[in-house]
Structures are given as structure tokens and as C-alpha cells.
């Protein structure tokens, strides 16, 4: 069946230090990934997406990686701060259909000073 | 983002009652959104409209509907509100001319409790 999994429930990192956050996927026609920031008691926010026509695709402090091969995805957080405090969550979709959004059971990221 | 705003933040009902989750967005998008969400999951997708005329069901519509009254305006509504409908209810919008990304901007939730 679909699934958007994340191989770690919760991630600790050291102030400073770069966080990587994984997520497996499991239906081969989608095409677009999205990942989502969700601080505690706020909406998500979008940080960053990817087509299946790349395989990685960088903002500001954030890389994301996709390999296709292994369906895996992976959001890299550069110089992790205070304010990356966080669960973070990985979703898939064939852009052209919303109905198929699948969300991940996300990332709890948190900060050690 | 304060462009994306919902009523009532919280609420708390009994079981038979109807609710109805307001969502107004001055974003000037034509997609709009409804998800819920449990406790440490993701998001599901309720219902979704791609314009005022266009309104689609999404993985969990049983025992919701929705009305697009505006481009602006998305609504939700419990018919009937049974405990297990007690989640934290996210609407969302996006811009169907932002090209091959579908970013999505969401509301700050709103906190539904079913006695």
C-alpha cells in the first residue's frame, strides 16, 4: 500500500551541528515531495519541495535529497538553531493530483544547547 | 500566516451536535483546503476545492461536509460530531499558477473537542 514513513520518531542535535531528517516512500508514481515545518501550536509551514526530476534541490540552510532508487528523501538542516525546534514531516503526491497527498507521521527535531 | 485565518480556534461540543469551522484566506489563491490531525500523526485530507464551482472529497469525508462560498471562504461542517472527531483541523490554501510546485499555506488550526 502508500506509505510516507520517517525512520525516526524523534531527533536530538546538538546546537550547531547539521540535522538530517529521513523519510521512506512507497508508491512509485509519485512525483513531487514536500516538506513541512510544524512548531507546536501553529499550521505547518512549508519549507521546501522536490520533483522526481532532481535529485536534490537546496534553500537557505536546507537541502533536500531524493533518491529515487531506494524511494528515499532526506531534508538536511544546516547549522541547526534554536528556532529548528520542531516536527518536521515529509509528504508525497503526483502533483497533479491533490487527493493524493500523503503525509508522513513526522519528525519531533529538538535542540540541545 | 496570518492570511490564512480560521474560526473558532477551540472549541468544545457534545456528541449530536452541529459545527461549522470557518476558513477565510486573503492570499487571493483558488485552492483551498480542509485536513485533520491526531495526535502525533500527519495530516489527512478531509475535502478540497480547486475553485468556487469544484468541490472534491479527499481520504476522510465521512461525516463532513464543506461549502466554497467565496474564493475566500472555505467552510467545514460536522453534520452530527461523534468523539472520534475530536483533532486539531487545519485549513490550507495554494496558488493554481504557482506552477509545478504546490506549496501549500496553512491556518493556525482549529482545536475540536467532542464530548
Known amino acids: 500500500g502508500e506509505s510516507v514513513g520517517l525512520h525516526l520518531p524523534t531527533l536530538s542535535v546538538q546546537e550547531g551541528d547539521n540535522s538530517i531528517i529521513n523519510c521512506a516512500y512507497s508508491n512509485s508514481a509519485s512525483d513531487y515531495f514536500i516538506w513541512y515545518k510544524q512548531e507546536s501550536g501553529k499550521g505547518p509551514q512549508f519549507i521546501i519541495d522536490?520533483?522526481?526530476?532532481?535529485d536534490k534541490r537546496q534553500g537557505q540552510r536546507v537541502t533536500v535529497l531524493l533518491n529515487k532508487t531506494v524511494k528515499h528523501l532526506s531534508l538536511q538542516i544546516a547549522a541547526t538553531q534554536p528556532g529548528d525546534s520542531a516536527v518536521y514531516f515529509c509528504a508525497e503526491t503526483p502533483y497533479s493530483s491533490a487527493s493524493k497527498i500523503i503525509f508522513g507521521s513526522g519528525t519531533r527535531l529538538s535542540i540541545r544547547p | 500566516d496570518a492570511d490564512v485565518t480560521q474560526t473558532p480556534r477551540n472549541r468544545i461540543t457534545k456528541t449530536g451536535k452541529r459545527i461549522m469551522l470557518e476558513c477565510s484566506q486573503t492570499k487571493g489563491h483558488d485552492r483551498m483546503y480542509w485536513y485533520r490531525q491526531d495526535p502525533g500523526l500527519g495530516l489527512q485530507l478531509i475535502y478540497y476545492s480547486f475553485d468556487v464551482k469544484d468541490i472534491n472529497k479527499g481520504e476522510i469525508s465521512d461525516g463532513y461536509s464543506v461549502s466554497r462560498q467565496a474564493q475566500a471562504k472555505f467552510s467545514l461542517s460536522l453534520e452530527s460530531a461523534i468523539p472520534n472527531q475530536t483533532a486539531l483541523y487545519f485549513c490550507?490554501?495554494?496558488?493554481?499558477?504557482?506552477?509545478?510546485?504546490?506549496?501549500?499555506?496553512f491556518g493556525p488550526g482549529t482545536r475540536l473537542t467532542v464530548l
Open positions: 490550507a490554501t495554494s496558488d493554481s499558477r504557482q506552477g509545478w510546485s504546490n506549496e501549500q499555506f
Open positions: 522536490i520533483r522526481s526530476n532532481m
